[in-house]
T-cell receptor, first 114, second 113 residues
Framework: DTEVTQTPKHLVMGMTNKKSLKCEQHMGHRAMYWYKQKAKKPPELMFVYSYEKLSINESVPSRFSPECPNSSLLNLHLHALQPEDSALYLC?????????????FGNGTRLTVT | QKEVEQNSGPLSVPEGAIASLNCTYSDRGSQSFFWYRQYSGKSPELIMSIYSNGDKEDGRFTAQLNKASQYVSLLIRDSQPSDSATYLCAVNGGRSNDYKLSFGAGTTVTVRA
């Protein structure tokens, strides 16, 4: 069982919908990440939070809006997505922002935009 | 030049054989190296971390690191059908890359029964 929990497992949304992806970890990790992964490609970094503050935004379109309400929770708010945004969205956490310790991934949310 | 390159595969090995996966990286400042296994449709799962030159063994897995050659490898001994997956090499980019983790494209391994 993964120690990083993501909900929902699957999400189908229209281009005009607003939805949110949720991620929770109770390992005391202080860095949390959102990745996007397309089929047969490696994960692609979207956002990094360190001590609940946004540390990295990899020039992600504003239709993706991250939020870190506390040290255990990470959300990704979705609005006006495009079909090409369909992918596996992965949340991860690590002990440190410097990447000395490995990332632990959640099970992911499979997103389909119709 | 890509930051992390892996032998592209796919790699097909018979059950019981050794699967050898290779990875090179470009940033000499990198200090942390990881191998993740990803089954089709699932999320990446950490199988090995290595930080120092040399070998590190964990069960049937051995990771090897050579910082001078900027090379990290993974050996899977006594390969089992359950080892069939995509293996991702990941390298911490260090301060010069804002500590981002760079992934290789992945090597897909198929273990033939």
């Amino acid at each position: 069982d993964t120690e990083v929990t993501q909900t929902p497992k699957h999400l189908v949304m229209g281009m005009t919908n607003k939805k949110s992806l949720k991620c929770e970890q109770h390992m005391g990790h202080r860095a949390m990440y959102w990745y996007k992964q397309k089929a047969k490609k490696p994960p692609e970094l979207m956002f990094v939070y360190s001590y609940e503050k946004l540390s990295i935004n990899e020039s992600v379109p504003s239709r993706f809006s991250p939020e870190c309400p506390n040290s255990s929770l990470l959300n990704l708010h979705l609005h006006a997505l495009q079909p090409e945004d369909s992918a596996l969205y992965l949340c991860a956490s690590s002990q440190d922002r410097q990447g000395i310790r490995p990332l632990h991934f959640g099970n992911g949310t499979r997103l389909t935009v119709t | 030049q890509k930051e992390v390159e892996q032998n592209s595969g796919p790699l097909s090995v018979p059950e019981g054989a050794i699967a050898s996966l290779n990875c090179t990286y470009s940033d000499r400042g990198s200090q942390s190296f990881f191998w993740y296994r990803q089954y089709s449709g699932k999320s990446p799962e950490l199988i090995m971390s290595i930080y120092s030159n040399g070998d590190k063994e964990d069960g049937r897995f051995t990771a090897q690191l050579n910082k001078a050659s900027q090379y990290v490898s993974l050996l899977i001994r006594d390969s089992q059908p359950s080892d069939s997956a995509t293996y991702l090499c990941a390298v911490n980019g260090g301060r010069s890359n804002d500590y981002k983790l760079s992934f290789g494209a992945g090597t897909t391994v198929t273990v033939r029964a």
